[in-house]
């Protein structure tokens, strides 16, 4: 019974450790098997980033290209357009300058007639003013020599006025010069009488 006991514990120990085994080495084959699976993966994932690169590279670059062909049809379409606008500015400073000269021909033949309004309009009133100035001078002369016949006539009064006036002064100063003499006399005459 002992050795049956001791046989089956010796069966049951060399199962166990046989199990042990196996599973150490299942354990070891998954350990592998995850670390193969990793390399393969990390390897899909490097050729992917890879891929990924190249394809943003080539992206980048096909912009870039397209960038400078935008770049070049700008600049033509910008040259193009310069072009237009100088060739309108070209246009239009002719004819400015077509303008320009009508204008100033105009000026002028307005400037020459204006000028020959004004020299006929200064010779009419160039005209006016010496006829005026000639009657002026003729009223002039004739109001002068009334002026010198009034004070003629005047001083020929006065001269008159003058001449009565001292007149009647002498008579007056005579008068005057006899009745002081008589007075003279009279008052001589009472003297020598009194004196007798």
Do not use: H, P
């Not at 592998?32 to 390897?43: D, H, P, S």
């Not at 070209?90 to 000028?115: G, I, Q």
């Not at 005026?132 to 005047?154: C, G, L, R, S, T």
């Amino acid at each position: 019974m002992k050795k049956l006991v001791l046989v089956v514990g010796l069966i049951l120990g060399l199962s166990a450790m046989a199990e042990d085994a196996s599973v150490a080495s299942k354990i070891e084959s998954a350990k592998k098997g995850v670390a193969n699976t990793l390399k393969k993966a990390e390897g899909k994932v490097e050729d992917k980033m890879e891929s990924i690169k190249a394809e943003a590279a080539k992206k980048e670059a096909e912009s870039k290209a397209e960038a400078e062909a935008a770049k070049a049809d700008a600049k033509k379409d910008v040259k193009k357009e310069v072009e237009k606008v100088e060739s309108k500015a070209e246009a239009a400073k002719s004819d400015v300058k077509k303008d320009m000269k009508e204008v100033k021909d105009k000026v002028e033949t307005k400037a020459e007639a204006a000028k020959s309004d004004v020299k006929k309009d200064v010779k009419e009133v160039k005209d006016k003013v010496e006829t005026k100035a000639e009657a002026a001078k003729a009223d002039a002369k004739k109001d002068v020599e009334a002026v010198k016949n009034d004070a003629k006539k005047d001083l020929a009064k006065d001269k008159a006025e003058e001449t009565n006036k001292m007149e009647e002064l002498k008579e007056d100063v005579k008068e005057k010069a006899a009745a002081v003499k008589e007075g003279t006399k009279k008052v001589v005459e009472k003297v020598e009488e009194a004196a007798k």
